[in-house]
């Protein structure tokens, strides 16, 4: 059975959860492009060393 926030504070709880979600997803997929920029990059960058 679903219930809803009786409290301002639950409320706030509430609705934080899903943008602590997103934020952790968002980060975590901008690591993986610059981690696969950065591995795409690699050997162009080494060759000038």
């Known amino acids: ?3 809803l ?4 504070e639950e ?3 509430y ?3 899903p943008d602590i979600t997103r934020i952790v ?5 901008l690591g993986i492009l ?3 920029t950065a591995w ?4 162009f960058l080494s060759g000038g060393i």
């Open 1 to 3: 059975m679903l219930t």
């Open 5 to 8: 926030p009786t409290t301002r």
């Open 11 to 13: 409320e706030l709880q």
């Open 15 to 17: 609705e934080r959860s």
């Open 25 to 29: 997803l968002l980060v975590l997929v």
């Open 34 to 36: 610059l981690a696969g």
């Open 40 to 43: 795409t990059l690699l050997p």
